[in-house]
């Protein structure tokens, strides 16, 4: 599997996280200070605090994702590696607006991360997170699951439109070409609804190129119990296996997986 990743977006958030990290200590340390100067200047104290609180979890969200190591980009690497030289994994790549996209000769997967652990069910658009105290001082940092089966189709719908227009694009600018594809490429069975098996995954397709969203669990204390979820819902563990379910269900056009390759190179 060829992987691109844009090292130095990386360093820079890593850098920012750093910074908001430091910053937001510094503001809750002046905070601490300015409180036990005086009554009249408690307002101030409390500012400085909900400043420093800001700036610390922004700074720690960034931490997990660009800092602290194994970093996203390469949980997912090592979850997909043994993949062939036809698949190609591109993340933090500029202009591309999904931060995970993998290219393979069934389509395109936009991956929805959430680095999120412990008992996590699915059901539809709806995602709960069995709560207990051991959890509290981590979601400080990681937030709530929210709602990654809706980022991660928002994703795709974007990752479409980019498709399109660059493939519009091209074709603008390039000498009419014959088309290369057998007949039937390109087709792939229609449904209005997914499950984290890959039975099934409802999606449109980008100028003839499927694009699918998923979300991926990528913590390795992660267990998901999925009923029906409206977007495909694994942890890293089972994406390799899926994948190689999913992607031969699909066939690709040689001329569409060339523009496909083209529209997401460096």
């Known amino acids: 599997m060829q992987v691109v990743v844009n090292e130095q977006h990386i360093a820079q958030r890593a850098r920012s996280a750093r910074f908001h990290t430091f910053a937001g200590l510094g503001f809750m340390l002046g905070g601490l200070v ?33 800092a602290r190591r194994p970093r996203e980009d390469e949980l997912v690497a090592t979850a997909l590696r043994g993949l062939d030289h036809r698949y190609r994994l591109v993340q933090y790549l500029p202009g591309v607006p999904a931060q995970h996209v993998l290219l393979t000769p069934g389509g395109v997967f936009v991956f929805e991360l959430r680095h999120h652990y412990g008992n996590i069910t699915a059901t539809g658009t709806r995602y709960e997170r069995r709560w207990n105290w051991l959890l509290m001082i981590g979601a400080l940092a990681e937030g709530g699951v929210g709602n990654p089966a809706r980022d991660a189709e928002r ?71 999925a009923h029906e979820p409206a977007v495909p819902t694994l942890v890293a563990q089972e994406l390799k296996p899926w994948l190689r379910k999913q992607v031969p269900r699909v066939r690709v056009s040689a001329t569409h997986q060339r523009q496909m390759y083209r529209a997401f190179e460096v």
């Open 34 to 66: 300015v409180s036990f100067v005086g009554i009249e200047y408690i307002g101030w104290a409390y500012g400085s605090l909900l400043a420093g609180l800001f700036f610390f979890n922004a700074g720690a969200r960034d931490r997990l994702r660009f």
């Open 155 to 225: 994703r795709a719908a974007a990752v479409r439109a980019y498709l399109q227009g660059k493939i519009a694009a091209a074709e603008a600018s390039a000498p009419p070409a014959g088309e290369d594809a057998a007949p039937g490429d390109g087709q792939r069975p229609k449904s209005a609804k997914a499950d984290r098996t890959g039975e099934s995954i409802d999606t449109t397709d980008a100028a003839g190129i499927p694009v699918y969203p998923v979300v991926l669990f990528t913590h390795p204390h992660a267990q998901v119990v």
